[in-house]
């Protein structure tokens, strides 16, 4: 049963933005964290950002400046835009939700493919 659902990915060029969209009709945001991760070709998968419960935001050296993650409470929806996007940014991006970032693995969904041409 697929708990989480990503939307939002496509082809864009360098230079360009994306917002991805993280839904759920089984996990309360509100009381778990939400992480993106994305996962390039033959790489493992990494952390991008993250927004916890009290809606503290963390990002990876590589995102942070470009991408911002939010919540929307009311929708129980998490975004992730991503703007000056770059070629290695290309990956699948996927949404994850537990209840704490120390705490693993939580929920995944299946992921959303974001392509970024040079």
């Known amino acids: 049963q697929v708990r989480l659902e990503e939307s939002g990915g496509g082809l864009v060029q360098a230079g360009g933005s994306l917002r991805l969209s993280c839904a759920s009709a089984?996990?309360?945001?509100?009381?778990?964290?939400v992480g993106w991760y994305r996962q390039a070709p033959e790489k493992q998968r990494d952390l991008v950002a993250y927004i916890n419960r009290d809606g503290g935001t963390n990002y990876a050296e590589s995102a942070k400046g470009r991408f911002t993650i939010s919540r929307d409470n009311a929708k129980n929806m998490a975004y992730l835009q991503m703007n000056t996007m770059k070629p290695e940014d290309t990956g699948v991006y996927y949404c994850?939700?537990?209840?704490?970032?120390?705490?693993?693995?939580?929920?995944w969904g299946q992921g959303t493919q974001v392509t970024v041409s040079s």
């Open positions: 089984t996990i309360d945001f509100r009381i778990n964290t």
């Open positions: 994850n939700a537990r209840p704490d970032i120390t705490m693993g693995p939580g929920s």
